[in-house]
């Protein structure tokens, strides 16, 4: 079962333009949706992460936008440049289980970006 | 600091072999984790620690086992590798769980490993 559903699989933008990557989830106990950023043969790193009592969170030229009621996330990136082409991936998690004191992540399948020069 | 290392960074097994594979961390976090990354499946997490001495399972636990003898290192082991287990391994480490965003996961550079 994928709680987490990401799409496009793979994108391809022009450089200076904008990149949108949505993602949608299931699980309303998710309450921290983060975005990682991976580079080709590196660990994710975390780029930004949102929680549902704000609909947007912004920091630079990138903006996750969130909706509660329809259960979806998205990252735009603006003004998308070359060295941005990486792996995003979209996750959550949620309150932790009783007793473990543990967040797990539950991560999307992943976003290819590749911008243009 | 170093953050998150992990060893080998490549190995290659034959079916039914035994590895351990190494993460040490040192920014004294108390969680630390085990994920696969498989093409067009994210990251799954295999097992965690919330402490030393103490670890549980993941997500897709089956054919793996792990340790935390040391509050810095978290050895994953596979005891017969199976070609199934081919796949690019990432530990991960965290401060205690606290509010939503008040912890982040660091990730290691990962190990690739292939099962013949």
């Known amino acids: 079962q994928q709680q987490v559903k990401q799409s496009p699989q793979s994108l391809i933008v022009q450089k200076g333009g904008i990149s949108i990557i949505n993602c949608a989830y299931e699980n309303t106990a998710f309450d921290y949706f983060p975005w990682y950023q991976q580079f080709p043969g590196k660990g994710p790193a975390l780029l930004i992460a949102i929680r549902p009592d704000v609909s947007e969170k912004k920091e630079g030229r990138f903006t996750i936008s969130f909706n509660k009621s329809a259960k979806q996330f998205s990252l735009h990136i603006m003004d998308s440049q070359p060295g941005d082409s990486a792996t995003y991936f979209c996750?959550?998690?949620?309150?932790?289980?009783?007793?473990?004191?543990?967040?797990?992540?539950?991560f999307g399948s992943g976003t290819r970006l590749q911008v243009q020069p | 600091n170093a953050g998150v290392t992990q060893t080998p960074k490549f190995r290659v097994l034959k079916t039914g072999q035994s590895m351990t594979l190494l993460c040490a961390q040192d920014m004294n976090h108390e969680y630390m984790y085990w994920y696969r990354q498989d093409p067009g499946m994210g990251l799954r997490l295999i097992h965690y620690?919330?402490?030393?001495?103490?670890?549980a399972k993941g997500e897709v636990p089956d054919g793996y086992n792990v340790s935390r003898l040391k509050k810095q290192n978290f050895l994953l082991g596979l005891e017969s590798a199976a070609p199934s287990q081919t796949s690019v391994y990432f530990c991960a480490s965290s401060r205690t769980s606290g509010r939503a965003g008040a912890y982040e996961q660091y990730f290691g550079p990962g190990t690739r490993l292939t099962v013949t």
């Open positions: 996750a959550a998690s949620r309150v932790p289980t009783a007793g473990t004191g543990r967040r797990a992540l539950t």
């Open positions: 620690s919330v402490g030393e001495g103490t670890t």
